[in-house]
């Protein structure tokens, strides 16, 4: 297993102070982002305020609950419940939502207000976007259709991200007692981990089937540099979708599957261990960082930690801690002036010669980045109740 022997950890004391300056930024942030939303991305480091119709709203409602969790502030809470009721009035309204980022959505927006103070919208939007999420569900193939209408051959795919947009289906069961939500989650985790996980332990973003048999056919990249490489943030949703899944599963075999999957993320690393977009990339590449993944593989390895036997532990909470402190010293925003974001240096989606990506939110802020920079952080400051 790689070890990072010389990199420091991220102690008591620095966590805090980051959650301090987290929490200011989100509270002057307030008076342009209660009624709208950031941006996915920031522009020059800056978020523009948006109408809620992106994938990626939910993050940023997702950070102000965090905020209020660690300072109590009641403006949070107020701001929370308005986000919510657009939570609310979106899934009703059917507002952008005929995708899989159902999850990304509900979860920390929705599900956390109703875990942390009770909030029967956000519980009653919460469900709706459940049942939205089964809705994308193929029977023949089983699994969860990322994006697109269901009935082309080219949207026929389900991509590695959905792994965190099903613990909102776990949720659902749990809630109504209707065991589908469940049934349809389980069913999704088992098609793509037998598929999106190569023999090296690398990933695919996305993998396609056959639309008559639904036999896995073959995998793609969508925002990574080429087929066959490792996309940075792929990887990273692969390190915490495994830790879920066992979560919510209890089966051994993602215990294994995390650690490799773990494993190939570190040993990808450049010398700060922030990674490039793609892991493909390393120190001396004239290439962006995707700051966002590092956050997301630390919240995923705080997650399994939970889960494994004692002697085991202290590895991986050394590793979070270190990926941590690296964010904090280099990557976290400290002065408002130069942006109203938590975290520079994430990649969003990258063009390269290989891809159908765009060229956007390269080298910013993302809201992503923002959002799980803070969960790590809670994670660390204290036991946790997920959103997730
Ligand atoms: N889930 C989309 C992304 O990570 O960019």
Not at 68 to 86: C, M, N, P, V, W
Not at 178 to 188: M, Q, S
Request: with cysteine; glycine share 6%.
């Amino acid at each position: 297993m790689i070890t990072f022997e010389n990199k420091p950890e991220i102690n008591a004391e620095e966590i805090k102070d980051a959650l301090t300056f987290c929490n200011r930024q989100i509270l002057n942030n307030l008076p342009q982002f209660t009624d709208k939303f950031q941006k996915a991305y920031s522009e020059g480091g800056f978020y523009q305020p948006v109408e809620n119709d992106d994938w990626t709203c939910g993050f940023w409602t997702g950070e102000i609950w965090l905020a209020y969790e660690f300072s109590g502030d009641e403006r949070l809470k107020a701001a929370g419940e308005t986000q919510i009721h657009s939570f609310l009035e979106r899934i009703e309204n059917k507002i952008a939502v005929d995708h899989h980022d159902m999850g990304f959505l509900y979860s920390p927006s929705c599900v956390a207000g109703y875990k942390l103070i009770g909030s029967s919208e956000g519980r009653k939007a919460a469900i709706l976007a459940a049942d939205q999420l089964i809705r994308r569900y193929h029977p023949i193939g089983e699994f969860i259709q990322a994006w697109g209408p269901m009935d082309a051959p080219e949207n026929y795919r389900l991509i590695i991200d959905c792994l965190l947009n099903l613990p909102l289906l776990y949720w659902a069961s749990e809630e109504t007692g209707d065991a589908k939500y469940r049934e349809i989650a389980e069913k999704h985790i088992h098609t793509a981990v037998a598929n999106v996980i190569r023999e090296d332990a690398s990933t695919w973003h996305t993998f396609f089937f056959d639309m008559e048999t639904g036999a896995p056919d073959h995998g793609a990249t969508c925002q990574g540099y080429r087929d066959g490489s490792a996309w940075a943030r792929g990887q990273a949703w692969g390190v915490y979708g495994m830790a879920l899944a066992y979560k919510y599963t209890g089966r051994e075999e993602y215990i294994t599957l995390f650690k490799r999957v773990t494993e190939y993320f570190l040993t990808h690393l450049p010398e700060d261990m922030v990674p490039f977009w793609d892991l493909e990339f390393t120190d001396g590449d004239d290439q962006p960082r995707d700051s966002s993944s590092a956050s997301i593989a630390a919240c995923g390895i705080l997650e399994m930690v939970k889960y494994l036997k004692p002697e085991e532990q202290g590895y991986y909470k050394k590793i979070a801690r270190q990926l941590v402190k690296a964010l904090y010293d280099h990557y976290a925003v400290k002065d408002m002036e130069s942006s109203n974001g938590l975290v520079l240096h994430s990649t969003y989606s990258n063009h390269s010669p290989y891809n159908t990506c765009n060229h956007y939110g390269v080298d910013e802020c993302n809201l992503w980045g923002d959002y799980f920079y803070m969960e790590a952080l809670t994670r660390m400051d204290k036991e946790w109740e997920l959103y997730w």
